[in-house]
């Protein structure tokens, strides 16, 4: 049995943490902690918790933390500082923020700032279990994935083996509202947002040099990708369009299929143009549905793939990284299944 | 031709008054005024006036203004003590806050606070047309209706010279996110408030005194309203499902017809159960629609109506009130229809 | 370990069940059946079980059904016929439609027309765990309370000892679009929908005589409600706000919680009026959400609950009353948490 | 004054272009025609109608309509044989269907089939007024662009004579659910869609034919489109996201500024990467909103626009065809602007 520190528990990816830990058969303790909201009860705030999860918030002296685990749910910081320490005293981490995810030293200065530690980037591990599980399973420190990320970076993995042209992908990503966290804005306040669809970053999203990274890393060779963000009148869930240009498609179902063979949380969809991911078929779970197509007249592989934002693009893979981390079931808490409808 | 100030143009209902004076056919200049955005162009707040409406907000001494009408849009504050003083230049006044809607100084006081002037208070016409359109016509001052009282009042107004139990009214009103104006707020974050439906304020809204004191007065008795309102996942419009004990239901639909016989923004819909109405057949657009239904075995009369809240709740409705003040004809830039779908 | 059949398998609430009884951890057989849809897989159109429930939809004799329990999701039908063989020969029955479950036979009949039964209707039990557990405990053949009845006679119940007015209780519920089942309509048709809030049947929903006739057994006085249901712009879920007038209203908040003291699925929600129910706290979840208030001017006390309808309102209380009826722990399967957001 | 007919009244298009002729300035006799739907108060389906349109539907004889205008917003069928007679006869023509936009008499049958005329074909004129006013103006018979295809050569059109990529266009548009129609669907059953973002015709939706001849036309070179379209959770409106590869990305934003600047219609948004359009800006008017972006790193010009694809993508233009067809103002009638929220 386990014991976990949610650090930053009063958030969204918080809140879907304990949401999942609380029925997770290996894990005895959970510690919520947030300064703002310390000595709160938990379910003050996430209400979905009441009569679930009795527990208040605590003021935690992160350095201090002995669980088995801290996840880092708040946004990157000077909390940062202190996970050489942790993970000296055994503590194993992942954080859900961006810092560090992206290997480049230079790149991640850019679009992340703060914080550096050569030795810790070098450590860290790219939590998508289903690309880099054998790094994760020796892994002390782990950085999640991005929402965005996970969603291109899965609908894309299983074709940098392939003939195409990897600069010029072109993604078009609509995510529900909860992605930008539980800060009320005017970009997303109810009137504004209720009835609508509204792109927003579109030059410049920092989930982009992520994904161009990690995947270039994998494919060995430049990746360019045109990475359109959206926002829908939607909650949770991330619908990815992806094109990829290429001289000569193959079977790419069949490819897909074989990549994603043994993994329980990639759902390659059935052959055919009809059977197509939304966001609602895999609400609050750990699952990506991924289908591809091809177009042979205009020698365009398309790719979509749905994931929910929350759950595969942030907490439930978390999980799943911890539960490898740790030795656990890799699917332990995550038999989280949407309904319908 | 009129000129027309709007004080506190940059909120929804400031939004909605340009919306519906930039077609206007007797309106020759509308000032947009907004002491926080002065300068900005109005279009960069409200995109939908984009190459429509190209004025800038100005930064105004309020007891300067010299048009033939002045709409103040915003919240109850100090600007309401320049009123006289605008009244006695002859600039014509209507205010879309709560203040002064209230005609009992003490209920006024109690629900609203501020500033006090029991000659204004003694001046001032309650902006519902369909009611009180002699008042209005004389009037130099004139407090808009809130939105649900609007959709209540006008629900109720046909009943109380009949044999109805007045003091045990219960009325359920759901509205559109745009009725708590534009700043973001956690109740309106889109994340807390797609795909839900929350009820507020349930015991305490500040609108029920006003539709109490309102019907009150026009019924001379005691009027008692159980009010519930919520807001649902959408933009504008307020639904209200209001029920009145009777001992002896008459032909109601009959008696609405006849009342409402005269009146073009008030539409009694078809007898009958089946039509019913709802909130999009009026979006964006001066209509109540009305239904009156008798249920005869529990004695009680139903009333559904439905109003959009910035327009026959809000706007819309001032200017009808400004047309009726102004010697226009009444329905003067109001030939708003809902789009189907 | 039990085997379960589900007739009438590729609806919503056949669909609910197997998310449901997936993870239950004493069920080990679930036989999905359809006429309509037999030799077809079940992921075919409840997408949301891809890869999580590999069976097709049989062709089912069900006068042959021999599993330990048998839901019939299906709307009442000729299948009713069976029931009395299916419990002679050991296989428990849960109904989720409407026939039978209310034990009037005259009422039943008026409403729900179709095969009589008298020993049947005699037998039955109404399948609402927090009021009726030794009767279900005991039950072979239990009827599963509709949806909008449970979030209502859940409301009342704790009041039905008290001085309150039972003859005019005013309810508005609000229902998600899935109440209505799986067939396209134009009511329902998203263009029709989509940001809208829709009143239907108001003066004679079929499930009001269910409620009157529930609590007024309980109660052993006459119930009368005005019920308005209205559709709102969500997939799931039932708010429902009741309104009873009370001569002395007591310390409503601590009658609930007591009367609710050891109930796991109704979670009374915190004294005050800040804290009230919505819709997504519930989502996908087998909890009711519960709010009393009072309001010492009006006599009236106010009762606001929130059930999701497709599962406490549907296959989560089928599966609780299974549970009951085979001797499970009450809980098992239902350890369902909505996200937040 | 002119006289126009409506046929296929009772669906969406006919709904909205007598949502507009109703005020439209020089109209004085709408017809509305329905076949199935013929003695049947327009209203009872419009309800939007309701008090503001009192005519029934009248069963047509299509050869003997003598409006000035025929407005054909029903499917293409066997009444588009009585196109030359009524052309014939005086009668103007203008189709909003997709038979006879594409002048490629081959490409035309492979995407629609049915009837055809190749002199008709030949005459026709393709209604997009900001590229062929000159060629409307003269035309007695046009054929109204398709919603996707408005959004999409809108956003393209001032690149062709620039040096681009136009053989690896990629789109992605969001569209409102009213696109599909008013028949109801499974697709579009709202349990299905509400909270959703479903992609569908993926590989072969026959607004993409429209697109690539209309741009290949002007362009006199050929253009590729890979074109995804999907359904959001929202009535009306498309978001067109336009992805184009350029070796030399000029001030795309002066070009677009200068090509549209005569249109009233078109509004090219202000310069800056932050000012993006959405469908809520534009809902229910004639305006199409049109962004272009550069992001000099990849070489990629973005372009992303946003119409109501019932008023711009549909009825509205249409009308907009009319005012230029009968020498009107071309904005008469069109003066409608989108509320704020």
């Known amino acids: 049995m386990a014991s976990v520190t949610i650090v930053g528990a009063s958030g969204y990816l918080g ?4 949401r999942i830990l609380v029925n997770h058969p290996k894990v005895d303790d959970i510690i919520p902690s947030s300064q703002h909201h310390a000595n709160k009860p938990v379910s003050s705030l996430h ?3 009441y009569h679930v999860f009795n527990r208040n918030f ?3 002296d992160i350095a201090k933390i002995d669980s088995d685990m801290a996840f880092f749910a708040s946004p990157p910081g000077d909390w940062l500082k202190e996970v050489p320490g942790l993970l000296e005293r055994g ?6 923020g961006g810092k560090f995810r992206i290997k480049d030293a230079r790149i991640d200065r850019d679009v992340y700032g703060g914080y550096e530690n050569p030795a810790l980037l070098g450590e860290r591990v790219y939590g998508l279990p289903e690309l880099f599980r054998n790094e994760i399973k020796r892994a002390r420190f782990v950085t999640n994935p991005g929402c965005y990320p996970t969603s291109v970076i899965l609908g894309v993995a299983p ?3 392939e003939r ?3 600069k010029k992908i072109v993604v078009t990503s609509i995510s529900g509202s909860s992605g930008a966290g ?3 804005s005017e970009f997303l306040h109810h009137p504004e947002m209720g009835g609508n669809v509204k792109p927003y970053n579109v030059l410049n999203h920092r989930h ?6 990690i995947l270039g890393e994998m494919a060995k060779r430049e990746v360019g990708i045109s990475f359109t963000p959206m926002v829908g009148d939607f909650v949770r869930g991330i619908l990815s369009n992806i094109t990829i240009f290429s001289e000569s498609p193959a079977n790419v179902h069949k490819t897909y299929e074989e990549f994603y063979r043994d993994e329980f949380f990639v759902r390659v969809l059935e052959d055919g143009p009809e059977v197509l991911p939304n966001v609602r078929n895999i609400l609050c779970t750990n699952f990506c549905d991924v289908k591809p197509l091809i177009d042979k007249n205009s020698g365009r592989i398309q790719i979509i793939t749905a994931i929910d934002n929350i759950t595969k693009g942030g907490s439930g893979q978390a999980v799943q990284n911890m539960n490898i981390m740790l030795g656990f079931d890799e699917k332990s808490g995550l038999n989280l299944i949407a309904g319908h409808p």
Do not use: G, Q, W
């Open 15 to 18: 809140a879907e943490l304990i």
């Open 47 to 49: 209400r979905n918790l």
């Open 58 to 60: 605590e003021y935690l």
């Open 91 to 96: 503590v194993k981490v992942i954080t859900l």
């Open 159 to 161: 074709l940098i083996k």
């Open 164 to 166: 195409v042209d990897l």
């Open 182 to 184: 539980s800060s009320p």
């Open 208 to 213: 982009r040099p992520e994904m161009e990274s």
